[in-house]
């Protein structure tokens, strides 16, 4: 019998009626001879709350207490998802990710997973129960609750599909799948059906937010089928896959596969130094783009993670020499364009109406530093140039 | 039967000799009744010649005419190998690239593949022939002869395997495949028996010579299995596949797969204009990287294209700001390595020693620029840290 994992961000179950509408749609497949694992976040909003409450005892909370307190959020919404498949007349069993056997590092709020051992979901499974596992959270090997920092959902859903040899693994989002650009910026953007890992890598790493960069980096290296689509129509989403494998009539043909965008973006600049190497060393935010030059290191982070990062850059005594708050990034994405420099003469072009900071690129990317209030004007201008609407 | 598409570059058909023993090997596998096509390139230098012959009558050469000449190189190659098989008592034909019908576009010293039409070598190789193949070459739609540009061959090849749904492409060089780094520069290189496409494409991006940047891109889009390894030992080399598909003692380890280098590089400055735009437009060199910043626009190229690009300059009346010779770059490849900042950390630390310019990275690249003196000591430290010699 083929095993299934369906992953449920926090958006999805952010009600008790959405909690049943997807009992309800769990109900339809369940009859269909599949196996059924279901991965779920904390409801929305809560783990966020959560922070708020333990930021009201203490400026700066202890990294494993906050890990204790975060995935009772998931204990929640597994429950009740739980709850809710029973009161549909199904057979479910929720498990934590202790239970699921989700084996991490100590690394309290980022964790990573060194193995998963999900006997015991495999051992419902076999009793025919629709098993419901806290995604996000896993256990360390001195029995210390970890949690997996931020994406952590879309990992454990995808290092469960892997354990369990499943026949697919998808992610349920609040959005259709995978698009040439953030649809409410793009009012025409288009669906992708399907694209290859490398871009999604890309795209995601970029500012796309439908998965996170971990969960695709995952599913490349052991090669998960993965889905992303939505949980509000359960229509057909974006696979990802290994490669195009379909001819275009021009072979080597090259273009613009999607747009990938990020606001709200703070750049430290700081000193390097031996301290700044060891600040790295136990650095727990994810830094969206670094640049060392003449001895200085530039970090550009979201603006969210401002207050604790200059608390620790004040304990280590490491000096600021400067910061820059509303940088934004807009990335182009498509196999081989720097191959061909007339992708970067379009692109020059079709910015010259914004106050560009930085372009530079990668083998698949082209990547604009502007301010961050010229990324939707600049998303736009590009989505209808190089993808337009006809796609 | 199965098709296999073998490719032999210059240094492998250097002299009547190397054409022989390729003749003679290739003959041992002839009986084993796959059906082979043999893509080859000009022999040895004698690209390098013809385009010296060419300079000597004109400065400013026709691209037309210079892909005349040069495809003749290709001519020479094939029609000996071709002899040297029927020697040995096989029956062989070769054809040129236009015979071959690789339809290509109207760029002349650089054009791309828009069709395959190899109606031809499909009807020698049902005869029981075995068929070469001019590599590097094409005809345009109006029937002009092209050349592909850098790495024409290696496409040749995986377009033709992609058209002849080949079950395997051969990419012959003159080492024994993909190694961590560079084995001339670190003796205890390790030959890698695999790499997925992508880790691949930002290897041979950034410097790696065993195949081509545009090769890699037609493989990954199209699954074309390619195996690069040595024409002088014909030993297993290293396989492109899609994925790593095994699973790591530690599931979330990240790790540097292999190590780049690209030295005597050349920076230009050159103004962000109209006039710049427009000269992307006819661009018809590598550029190795480049960076937009402040209304100008670094170019970083070989130092070999710098007197054709000086020359297209002056005509087209650009200004060079800044030009800096003397650049390399070192990269490191590794799926995810920019997810954990412990990586920069070691990078940084690592290259102390070292007169750094700049460090930049993509999802799967640290990217670092220095003075192109201190590129072999840089990838021999890099290389001992993070892959050893155990690996």
Redesign the interface.
């Known amino acids: 019998m083929a095993i299934i994992v369906k992953k449920f961000g926090g958006t999805s179950l952010g009600s008790i009626e959405l909690i049943r509408n997807i009992a309800r749609r769990i109900a339809l497949e369940a009859g269909k001879g599949d196996s059924l694992v279901l991965v779920v976040s904390a409801m929305a909003k809560t783990t966020d709350e959560l922070i708020n409450l333990a930021y009201q005892i203490s400026e700066h909370p202890s990294r494993r207490e906050l890990d204790m307190l975060l995935t009772a959020g998931e204990r929640i919404s597994m429950s009740l998802l739980s709850l809710a498949l029973q009161e549909e007349g199904y057979s479910s069993i929720s498990f934590t990710g202790s239970q699921s056997g989700i084996i991490t590092d100590e690394r309290h709020g980022n964790a990573?997973?060194?193995?998963?051992n999900a006997f015991r979901i495999k051992e419902e499974l076999d009793k025919g129960k629709i098993v419901i596992v806290a995604g996000f959270q896993g256990v360390s090997q001195s029995k210390e609750i970890t949690t997996l920092g931020r994406g952590g959902s879309d990992?454990s859903a995808v290092?469960l599909a892997?354990y369990l040899q499943a026949k697919k693994c998808e992610i349920y989002t609040d959005v259709d799948g995978v698009y040439t650009a953030d649809p409410k910026i793009v009012s025409n953007a288009k669906l992708l059906p399907a694209i290859?890992?490398?871009q999604m890598?890309?795209l995601s790493?970029n500012g796309s937010k439908v998965i996170h960069?971990?969960a695709v980096?995952?599913a490349?290296?052991?090669?998960i089928p993965v889905e992303i689509k939505s949980s509000f129509t359960f229509a057909p989403g974006t696979m990802l896959i290994?490669?195009?494998?379909f001819?275009e009539e021009?072979?080597?043909?090259r273009h613009i596969t999607a747009i990938a965008h990020k606001e709200n973006l703070l750049s430290y600049i700081i000193p390097?130094t031996e301290e700044?190497?060891?600040l790295?060393?136990i650095?727990n935010w994810?830094?969206f783009?670094?640049?060392?030059?003449e001895n200085q290191?530039e970090l550009i982070i979201e603006e969210k993670y401002d207050k604790e990062i200059q608390y620790l850059l004040s304990q280590k005594e490491i000096p600021i020499l400067k910061t820059e708050n509303g940088i934004g990034y807009v990335t182009l994405v498509g196999?081989?364009i720097?191959?061909d420099?007339?992708f970067?003469?379009d692109t020059?072009?079709l910015c010259q109406p914004f106050h560009?900071?930085?372009?530079?690129?990668?083998?698949?990317?082209i990547e604009i530093m502007l301010p961050s209030s010229e990324v939707k004007d600049c998303v736009q201008i590009l989505h209808s140039a190089f993808i337009g609407c006809e796609k």
């Open positions: 990573r997973i060194l193995n998963v990992t290092a892997c290859d890992y490398s890598l890309a790493y960069p971990r980096e995952f490349y290296k052991y090669s290994q490669e195009k494998s001819k021009n072979m080597e043909e390097e700044t190497i060891d790295l060393k650095w994810e830094i783009k670094y640049l060392a030059i290191l196999l081989g720097n191959l420099p007339s970067l003469a020059l072009k560009i900071k930085r372009i530079q690129h990668s083998d698949k990317t």
